[in-house]
């Protein structure tokens, strides 16, 4: 069988962890004793039982339910169930915990022991506890399951010895021991525990069992009040013996099941009052002799049904606290006009809970979001779409300039219900097209001229007609039809490299206007060189025949390059010459 099978590997994990006294669980060594996830029981259908279920056993929350928490209950906009919601209703995961008290002898004599044996058998019991509501759960979507794991925990006390008050004695210790949870008392101890273990094993909901060992004590009771077992409504935890009073450890699983309808919400049906409780507020059904009632049958009152979430009165199939609609709140995203080419998309993701009827409660829901179709990229900011409440970061890239339609859409996990949102974003930018400079590039020292560049829009090439163009850093006058211009000089010999440095352009569509200063530059620079041609003329002689030719040679370049210069010069007096005299030659 594979429930064996499951117990034994349990059971290893108790002898490695726990042989030899007192050992101090890490919070890891809580995952060696990995959940086992119960499915389906055979039957689910206990012995018959007469004794009286345990009288008083349903406590009321500890202060959760105040107004005095009216900060934490105004959290009305995140739906996932927060650290005071460890088990809202019966639907969907849930992480049980049973922590077997083991008393040291520390303080109080030691009187009770844990056998291994022992332990198995209440692993046993509880797993069919569990396995008695699997049976009678109502919904295939989504499907209750309960991922059980056991601990053995220390105290200095022997709990059974003492009043069941004394709970905020032990419980600290024994948690302290497996090192699970934290807190300034008992119950926010085992609330802090019990969030852990919803984390780590991903569970909607999570629980602890305390199981004091009673085998020696003569009544199976705690002193006084004398319970055997008793459970706060709503959770965290419950409290069993060992031989549960008059029950022993046979029915055992009767008395865990009758917990656990506590542990989400319903109220005992043999006390004589109509009580309202659970996260829809509902009457329960006294006297109906089902499981929250004395002397149960192997039925869940209608009262209990409504207590614990089984609700499905618009009769779809679902659980109506689970039918929930999703929202998108976009928070942060790209105007509809850029030129940034990704284009990302901010926002929260979230279920509209179902109310909570509850005095002082929060509104939540287990369900959860994912996304289905979306463009680009999508994250969830905190690493997993895994809950009622996500945010999420659409990064889209905008390959080419133009219209680009972003979208994402996203669906719960119980009915499929989609919500959508898209955005229409207009990527564009500067594309500086082309050229105009002198014809030449090279030109006379002290010259005026003109650079000047074409510049259209990336997306429909039409014309830029306004905006602030820098060329070399100096502000271009606009020469209309997508042109720019500015003109430029230099009195010395150099060299000069024009281009657009800086775009700042309104763009005004049907969808908003933006400033783009984005710009691509798919044309040459304008380069010119302020120039001027040195002339060394030379001859190999100071005086020469008059009437004869003078010779002289000349050599012709470029001052900034030093480049031979092409073209001719004209000296400013004839080579021959008839009279006597000087010869000074210019170009
Ligand atoms: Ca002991
Ligand atoms: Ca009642
Ligand atoms: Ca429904
Ligand atoms: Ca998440
Ligand atoms: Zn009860």
Redesign the pocket.
């Known amino acids: 069988m594979s429930m064996l099978a499951l117990f034994v590997s349990v059971l290893v994990g108790f002898l490695m962890v726990f042989s030899g006294g007192i050992v101090l669980v890490s919070a890891e060594s809580l995952s060696l004793f990995q959940p086992s996830s119960l499915t389906i029981n055979e039957g689910g259908v206990f012995a018959d039982v007469s004794p009286s279920?345990?009288p008083g056993?349903?406590l009321p929350p500890l202060g959760r339910s105040s107004p005095m928490r009216g900060g934490y209950f105004s959290q009305v906009d995140d739906p996932r169930p927060g650290f005071w919601e460890t088990s809202e209703y019966m639907l969907g995961r849930v992480g049980v915990l049973v922590v077997f008290v083991e008393s040291t002898g520390g303080l109080d004599p030691d009187i009770e022991d844990w056998q291994e044996w022992r332990m198995n058998l209440v692993m046993r019991k509880v797993r069919s506890g569990l396995d008695w509501w699997i049976a009678r759960y109502p919904f295939r979507n989504p499907p209750l399951e309960f991922m059980v794991s056991s601990a053995v925990g220390y105290t200095r006390y022997e709990p059974i010895t003492r009043n069941s008050t004394d709970e905020s004695l032990w419980i600290p210790e024994v948690l302290a021991s497996i090192n699970c949870g934290s807190g300034e008392n008992y119950y926010i101890y085992a609330a802090s525990c019990a969030n852990e273990i919803r984390e780590k094993w991903s569970t909607d909901w999570a629980f602890l069992i305390f199981v004091v060992d009673s085998l020696k004590d003569e009544d199976g009771m705690f002193a006084d009040p004398p319970r055997f077992a008793y459970a706060y409504i709503n959770g965290p935890f419950m409290v069993v013996t060992y031989d549960n009073d008059d029950w022993g450890i046979d029915r055992m699983d009767l008395v865990v099941a009758?917990e656990v309808g506590?542990i989400f919400g319903a109220t005992?049906e043999y006390n004589g009052v109509t009580e309202n409780s659970g996260y829809l507020y509902e009457p329960d059904s006294d006297g109906s002799r089902c499981i929250?009632d004395g002397n149960a049958g192997p039925c869940v009152s209608v009262g209990t049904q409504r207590q614990i979430g089984w609700v499905d009165d618009d009769l779809d199939g679902y659980p109506d606290i689970l039918e929930n609609e999703p929202v998108i709140i976009i928070e942060k995203k790209t105007p509809n006009i850029t030129d940034n080419e990704s284009i990302k998309l901010e926002g929260v993701v979230k279920l509209d809970p179902y109310p909570c009827r509850r005095p002082y409660c929060r509104s939540v829901t287990i369900n959860k979001v994912k996304p289905i179709n979306y463009t680009g990229e999508i994250y969830s900011l905190d690493g997993k779409f895994d809950s009622a409440f996500e945010k999420f970061l659409l990064v889209y890239n905008a390959s080419a300039a133009g219209r680009h339609q972003v979208s994402v859409s996203f669906s719960e996990a119980i009915k499929n219900l989609v919500v959508s949102y898209s955005q229409t974003v207009l990527y564009t930018y500067v594309l500086v097209s082309d050229f105009r400079g002198p014809k030449f590039e090279r030109v006379d020292v002290g010259s005026t001229q003109t650079a000047e560049f074409r510049l259209k829009w990336a997306h429909d090439e039409s014309a830029v007609t306004s905006g602030n163009v820098l060329i070399n850093g100096v502000l271009a006058e606009n020469r209309g039809d997508g042109w720019f211009g500015v003109t430029v000089t230099k009195n010395d010999v150099g060299a000069a490299t024009l281009s657009v440095d800086s775009v700042n352009v309104t763009l005004l569509t049907n969808e908003g206007q933006a400033v783009i200063r984005k710009f691509v530059i798919t044309t040459h620079p304008v380069n010119i060189i302020f120039d001027r041609v040195i002339i060394d003329l030379s001859s190999p002689k100071t005086r020469f025949d008059v009437d004869s030719f003078a010779e002289i040679s000349y050599k012709a370049y470029y001052e900034y390059d030093h480049r031979d210069f092409v073209g001719s010069i004209r000296l400013n007096q004839p080579l021959r010459q008839s009279n006597s005299g000087n010869i000074l030659t210019q170009s």
């Open positions: 279920m345990p056993d349903a009758h506590h005992d929250m």
